[in-house]
């Protein structure tokens, strides 16, 4: 009975152990199943419910590996940390063809695609992306990585891997008939302390292909298939960019209203850059241009510290950055709310060469054909006045082109091939008379810029900034409007 009893107290203990292990084994699950949903809230931008998905991204790979020749493989390097001075940075900005492949906004990493999967070393895959590991000493400090397990979770990259193993693993480059590399193209700084920097990432590749034939090694290429994808503008980016002009427009309307002589430039630009941060854009685009008097003829002036005369213009170029992508609209303010005489003229030739340079956006047109426009309509209305005597003269006063393209940089990455739809262009003429220019002095000091963003379509050009006046009368009208930031 002593060891039937004892069988039976052991059969007892057994079952009562598997089941406390049944149940750690659920409790694990369950528990990986809640770290993985409580990951991906604390991962995941829960704060924005409008940023480009993981599906952009995995299309834009797919589209980009079509570009790619059999047996390649490609290196897009992330862009570099700036130091600001001492030990205070810049606020980081990736580099807009890694973010474009991957989403990934995080600094020192590298993404890796093949044109077919394949296993590279252990891996079998045609997408790795090395990134920053989790460390919560860090995150304290800079805010919150996403690591290995949140660029699967969030971004949906087939392979993520610790940029620590970039060093380490074999890709057995020889065997490809091409290599293509994106990289910063200025000098970098070695971070002593940081063993997994941009730098380190860097030299490791160097490393890699120091014995590779360097007509193997491309950097142009992957240049040119990046430039004419994001050259067309999907759905997905069009809202967001469609939304970073739209609160441009707000903030310019807004400056309108509000200027008056005797302010300084900068209570301008600080009205302007709050409306972009109350409507929900990241930073502004690029440095806020709001030049006055003799600053309206220097074409990227960012001081912003004059005293606005009432006697003079001030040309507003500015633009907010939503979600990456980034508006660029020019409205040129006279300070006292109206157009001088000579001013007016000025003013009404820049927006004639305008309307006809934007007449040009049509599809099959080439790049240069607004440009071609509005130069034609200031050369001779300036030949009219006796601003100049033959055409050539033209850039003494009217020296930049007319378009660029607009998306995730204020000038954008494009073929400058022929005008495709989808893609997105400004078209921003201007003329800058400057003090001492050759001419009669009653139009010196007279700085005019109009730029719109303009969508190619098939049916024609769309301003998707036309929500921000810019005829004389409509602008004179507004800017007798009262401002709330002029309230006392």
Request: charged letters at 25%; glycine letters at 6%.
């Amino acid at each position: 009975m002593k060891i039937a009893g004892f069988f039976c107290l052991k059969y007892i203990y057994m079952k009562f152990l598997i089941i406390l292990l049944f149940l750690i084994v659920k409790l694990n699950v369950f528990s990986q199943e809640d770290s993985n949903y409580i990951d991906k809230q604390y991962y995941s931008t829960i704060y924005e419910n409008d940023k480009l998905p993981a599906s952009f991204f995995k299309d834009r790979r797919i589209v980009f590996r079509e570009n790619m020749p059999d047996n390649s493989i490609a290196f897009i390097f992330a862009a570099p940390i700036r130091n600001r001075s001492n030990d205070v940075n810049f606020e980081y900005h990736q580099n807009p063809n890694l973010y474009y492949l991957s989403g990934y906004e995080e600094p020192n990493s590298v993404l890796v695609i093949t044109k077919n999967k394949i296993k590279i070393d252990k891996y079998k895959t045609n997408e790795i992306l090395f990134v920053q590991p989790r460390d919560k000493s860090r995150e304290i400090w800079d805010g919150r990585r996403l690591g290995v397990d949140g660029t699967k979770l969030i971004l949906e990259i087939s392979t993520a891997i610790n940029t620590s193993q970039f060093g380490k693993i074999n890709f057995n480059l020889k065997k490809y008939s091409s290599i293509h590399i994106d990289k910063p193209k200025d000098n970098l700084i070695d971070d002593d302390v940081n063993k997994e920097d941009l730098f380190s990432l860097l030299r490791q590749f160097y490393n890699k292909t120091s014995k590779l034939a360097d007509e193997i090694i491309d950097e142009k290429q992957i240049k040119y298939w990046l430039a004419n994808m994001r050259e067309i503008k999907t759905n997905e980016e069009l809202i967001l960019l469609r939304r970073a002009i739209d609160i441009t427009c707000l903030a310019l309307t807004e400056s309108m209203r509000f200027i008056e002589p005797n302010m300084k430039e900068y209570e301008s630009e600080a009205v302007i850059e709050y409306i972009f941060k109350k409507n929900g854009a990241e930073y502004p685009g690029f440095p806020s241009i709001l030049g006055s008097g003799e600053n309206s003829c220097i074409l990227h002036y960012v001081s912003n510290r004059k005293t606005m005369s009432g006697e003079s213009l001030i040309v507003s170029d500015v633009g907010a950055e939503y979600h990456g992508y980034t508006a660029d609209v020019t409205r040129t303010l006279p300070v006292d709310g109206k157009f001088s005489n000579e001013e007016a003229i000025i003013y009404n030739i820049v927006l004639k060469a305008q309307k006809a340079g934007i007449e040009q956006c049509k599809v099959g047109n080439r790049f240069w054909d607004p440009n071609i426009a509005a130069t034609t309509v200031i050369s001779q209305e300036l030949k009219k006045l006796g601003i100049i005597q033959k055409p050539i003269d033209i850039r003494k006063y009217f020296m930049h082109g007319t378009s660029h393209y607009l998306g995730l940089d204020v000038h954008d990455k494009g073929t400058n091939g022929k005008l495709r739809a989808g893609s997105v262009i400004t078209v921003e003429p201007g003329i800058y008379i400057a003090e001492g220019s050759l001419c009669d002095p009653k139009w010196w000091n007279i700085g005019i810029r109009i730029e719109d963003d303009i969508l190619i379509t098939d049916n024609g050009p769309e301003n998707l900034s036309e929500e921000a006046p810019r005829s004389i009368k409509a602008i004179e009208a507004l800017m007798k409007e009262g401002s709330l930031f002029n309230e006392e």
